[in-house]
C-alpha cells in the first residue's frame, strides 16, 4: 500500500508578476508573505540588485516625486508584520525596468523563527514592434569541394537599441527544422479549423519520412503519432452536422468545399499511422460529391470564401477548386470522371495562371490523364529561373513584383507563390524528374522561417510534403561535411554527418554589424539559416487596411475601454481571412467574460487570448469596406506607470504582408505613487516601518 506524504511550508513568500513589461516601465513588484505559523511574525523583506540586475530602484525625491536611484545600491528591504494562522500581507518594490530579456528578482524575507528566498524571471520586452528575419540556404557539396557563403546581417539604422538578436542554425537533414519545431512552424495563432491542421499535417509528414528513410525511433513514432490523434480529435470539432468541415464549424453558415476537401485529404494520409474513423471520411466525401455541378463537373463553394485564390474567380464553381477536390479524391483512390473531364477542356482557359496550372497538373498527373503533358508544359512555361539557381512561380508576372520591403512585420514569399511551387515540385516527383526538382528545393528552403514553416497554413502544408517527398527519394546517408564560420573575431565549427543529420546545432552571433563568413567543406547537403530579429517604433503602412481606435479610462483608470473599427481600405473590395492581435497596456488583462460578447459582431468568426490574457486574436470574416467595430475591455491588474504604447496589428492570413500596425496609448500616464498608494508608506507607516526595523535588528542582535 503506497504511502502519501504532503510536505507544507509554513512560512513562504511568492512574487506577483505579469506575463510581461517594456523597458522603461516603472512597476511596483508585489511581494506576498505568507505566514501559518501559530504567532505574529515580524519580517524584514528584501529585493537584492547588483549592476546587472536589469532595473534600478525608486524613490521620491523632496518634492515628493519618483526618481530613479541612480547610486550602486545593492538592496531595499521593506518591513512587514504578519499575524499567523493563515494571514498573508504585501510589501511593495517600486522599480524601473533598464535592460531588455530576463531579468532576475531575488526576494529575501527573514523573520523571528523562519525565512524563505525566492529568484524569478521577469520578462522585459523592448519597445516598438518586433520584426522578424530569416536568412536560409542550402549549402548543396553532393559534387565534393568547397563552398563560401557570405551573409550580412541588415539590420536597419533605426532598430531599437538592444533589440537586436542573431543565431545561426546548422542541420544536414531537409527535415529536421520541421522536427525541432512542430508546434510552432508558423507565427500565427491556431484559433480555426483550417490552421488546426497545421498541428496535424505536418507530423504524418515527418513521421512518414522517418519511417522511409529508417530514422525513426520508438519514442518519436509514439509521440508524432500523439501528436497527430491530437489534432485529429481536435479537427472533429470543426465538422459540421451536414458532415462538411469549416473554418469555424457550426458557427460558419455554411460548410466549406474547400477545407472539407483539406480535410479529407490529410484525414487519408493519417490512416496508416491513427485510427481515423473511415464513416467520417465517407461522409465528408458525400457532402463533396454533393456540390459538384452535374452538367459541367466543376465543384461549388457555398461556404464563405477564405482563400481567394482558391475560389479562382468563379462564384459557381472556380478552377483552381475543382482541381483541389479532383486531388483530394484521388488521394482517396476516387476518380471522379466528370471533375477530371472538366479540368482537360478548360486546361486551355487557365494558361496564364500558375496558380490554377500548378493544381491542375497534379491532379492531372495523379489521375494520369491523357492531357498531363500538356499540363504541365503549359506550367513550366510559367516558371521563373533565377541567378542563384533557384526556380519557383509566382503569381504576379516578374515585370510587375515590387520589390521585397525587408522591413515588414513578415519578410517572406508570398505564400500562394509557395503554394504553387509545392504543387508543381509534387508534380516532379510523380514524373520522378529529380534533377528538376532541385531548384524548386533549393527556393522553397531559401523561403522557409525560421521555425522551418512558411507563412501560414496552406503553404507551409503544401511546402512540407512536397519536401518531404522529394527527400524520401533523394536520400543518402554517405555524406560528411565541416563547416567553419567567422563573424568578426568569433570563430566556430560544425560537423554534420548522417549521425547527427537531424540534429539542430545552432550558435549565438553577437557582432551585428560584421557579415558572416561561411565556408563548407566535404560531400552532401546541409541547411543553414541565420535568424535575426529586432524592433523598430516606425511601420510603412502601404497596405489595405485601416483601424480607428479611442481608448477610454473607466473607474479613475483601473479600467480601460478600447473603442476599435477596422474596415479594408480598397472600394468594392474583401480581404481573405483577416486576424488581428491586440495587445493590452502593461499590467493589463482583457477582460473574458465581455470579449465573449464580441461573438455576436457580423463578420467576427472567432474572439480568444492567450499570453495569460494580455493579448487577444480576433478572427474576421473577409474584412469589406464597411468598418467592423467592436469595444475591447482590460483590467488593471499590475501597478504599472509610464506605460508604452500597446500594438495592434491586422494582417490578411493568406498574404500576412499585407498587415497594418498601430498603437493605443493612455493620454496621460499615472505615476506610480497615484495607481500605487502602498508603495511608499505614509509619514505614519514610516515611523511604524521604522520602529519595526529596530526591532527587529535588537532581535537580531541579541540572537547572536
Known amino acids: 500500500m503506497g504511502v502519501t506524504l504532503k510536505v507544507f511550508r509554513p512560512f513562504f513568500i511568492r512574487l506577483n508578476l505579469p506575463y510581461s513589461v517594456k523597458r522603461g516601465e516603472k512597476f511596483a513588484l508585489q511581494v ?166 497545421l498541428n496535424f499535417v505536418p507530423n504524418i509528414v515527418v513521421l512518414r519520412y522517418l519511417r522511409a528513410t529508417q530514422k525513426n525511433s520508438p519514442a518519436m513514432e509514439t509521440k508524432l503519432a500523439r501528436f497527430i ?121 487557365v494558361k496564364e495562371d500558375p496558380y490554377a496550372l500548378a493544381v491542375a497538373a497534379y491532379a492531372l498527373h495523379l489521375a494520369d490523364s491523357a492531357k498531363k503533358d500538356e499540363a504541365f508544359e503549359m506550367m513550366e512555361s510559367l516558371k521563373i529561373e533565377e541567378s542563384d539557381g533557384s526556380s519557383h512561380w509566382a503569381l504576379a508576372p516578374q515585370s510587375s513584383r515590387k520589390a521585397r520591403d525587408t522591413t515588414k512585420y513578415f519578410y517572406q514569399a508570398r505564400p500562394v507563390d509557395v503554394e504553387m511551387t509545392a504543387y508543381s515540385l509534387l508534380t516532379y516527383m510523380l514524373r520522378n524528374e529529380m534533377n528538376k526538382a532541385l531548384p524548386l528545393v533549393r527556393w522553397l528552403t531559401s523561403q522557409r522561417n525560421s521555425q522551418g514553416g512558411f507563412s501560414s497554413t496552406q503553404d507551409t502544408v503544401m511546402a512540407l510534403q512536397a519536401m518531404g517527398s522529394y527527400a524520401e527519394k533523394a536520400y543518402t546517408n554517405d555524406f560528411s561535411l565541416q563547416l567553419s564560420l567567422a563573424n568578426g573575431p568569433d570563430l566556430q565549427n560544425f560537423t554534420i554527418s548522417s549521425d547527427n543529420s537531424m540534429v539542430l546545432q545552432s550558435y549565438e552571433l553577437i557582432n551585428f554589424d560584421e557579415p558572416i563568413e561561411l565556408e563548407a567543406n566535404g560531400n552532401g547537403m546541409a ?82 487570448l492567450e ?9 474576421f470574416n473577409p474584412i469589406g469596406d464597411v468598418p467592423v467595430c467592436l469595444s475591447l475591455y482590460s483590467d488593471m491588474v499590475y501597478q504599472i506607470a509610464d506605460q508604452k ?25 499615472r505615476s506610480l505613487q497615484d495607481s500605487c498608494p502602498d508603495c511608499w508608506p505614509s509619514e505614519e507607516d514610516s515611523r511604524s516601518q521604522s520602529l519595526n526595523r529596530q526591532s527587529f535588528a535588537s532581535r537580531t542582535n541579541d540572537t547572536r
Request: aromatic content about 10%; some cysteine.
Open 527 to 608: 541547411f543553414i539559416q541565420v535568424q535575426f530579429s529586432y524592433h523598430r517604433q516606425v511601420f510603412k503602412e502601404d497596405v489595405p487596411f485601416y483601424c480607428s481606435k479611442d481608448l477610454r479610462e473607466v473607474r479613475g483608470g483601473n479600467r480601460m475601454q478600447l473603442e476599435l473599427c477596422c474596415n479594408y481600405t480598397r472600394p468594392n473590395s474583401r480581404s481573405n481571412m483577416a486576424v488581428a492581435e491586440i495587445e493590452a497596456l502593461s499590467g493589463y488583462k482583457f477582460d473574458n467574460e465581455e470579449m465573449n460578447k464580441l461573438t455576436s459582431i457580423k463578420d467576427l468568426q472567432r474572439v480568444e
Open 229 to 349: 490523434e491530437a489534432g485529429y480529435q481536435r479537427e472533429l470539432t470543426y465538422k459540421r452536422d451536414d458532415n462538411s468541415f469549416s473554418a469555424f464549424g457550426q458557427s460558419d453558415n455554411h460548410g466549406s468545399t474547400w477545407l472539407t476537401a483539406f480535410v479529407v485529404r490529410s484525414f487519408k494520409q493519417a490512416q496508416p499511422y491513427v485510427y481515423i474513423q473511415n464513416e467520417i471520411l465517407q461522409q465528408a466525401i458525400a457532402f463533396l460529391n454533393s456540390q459538384q455541378n452535374q452538367e459541367n463537373g466543376a465543384f461549388a463553394e457555398r461556404g464563405e470564401v477564405h482563400h481567394k485564390d482558391m475560389q479562382g474567380g468563379a462564384a459557381d464553381g472556380g478552377y483552381p477548386l475543382t482541381a483541389y477536390v479532383t486531388v483530394a479524391l484521388l488521394e482517396n483512390n476516387i476518380k471522379n470522371e466528370k471533375a477530371i473531364t472538366y479540368l482537360e477542356q478548360h486546361l486551355q482557359d
Open 32 to 197: 506576498l508573505v505568507f505566514n501559518y505559523l501559530e504567532s505574529e511574525q515580524d519580517v524584514a523583506v528584501t529585493l537584492k540588485r547588483n549592476a546587472a540586475s536589469g532595473f534600478n530602484f525608486l524613490e521620491k525625491d523632496s518634492s515628493g516625486l519618483e526618481k530613479k536611484d541612480q547610486s550602486d545600491k545593492a538592496s531595499n528591504v521593506a518591513y512587514v508584520s504578519v499575524p499567523g494562522g493563515g494571514i498573508s500581507k504585501a510589501v511593495y518594490f517600486p522599480i524601473v525596468l533598464t535592460e531588455i530579456g530576463q531579468i532576475k528578482l531575488h526576494v529575501v524575507a527573514q523573520a523571528d523563527h523562519a525565512a524563505d528566498a525566492v529568484e524569478e524571471l521577469l520578462t522585459v520586452e523592448p519597445e516598438g514592434y518586433r520584426v522578424d528575419r530569416n536568412v536560409p540556404m542550402a549549402i548543396d557539396l553532393s559534387a565534393n569541394g568547397t563552398v563560401q557563403k557570405t551573409i550580412k546581417m541588415d539590420f536597419p539604422s533605426d532598430a531599437i537599441e538592444g533589440s537586436k538578436k542573431a543565431r545561426i542554425d546548422v542541420i544536414g537533414d531537409i527535415m529536421g527544422p520541421v522536427l525541432s519545431n512542430l508546434d510552432k512552424l508558423v507565427r500565427m495563432p491556431f484559433g480555426c479549423g483550417e490552421q488546426n491542421m
Open 645 to 669: 504604447p500597446a500594438q495592434i496589428s491586422l494582417f490578411d492570413y493568406y498574404d500576412p504582408e499585407l498587415q497594418m500596425k498601430t498603437t493605443y496609448a493612455v493620454r496621460q500616464s
Open 611 to 619: 499570453k495569460d490574457d494580455t493579448r487577444m486574436n480576433i478572427y
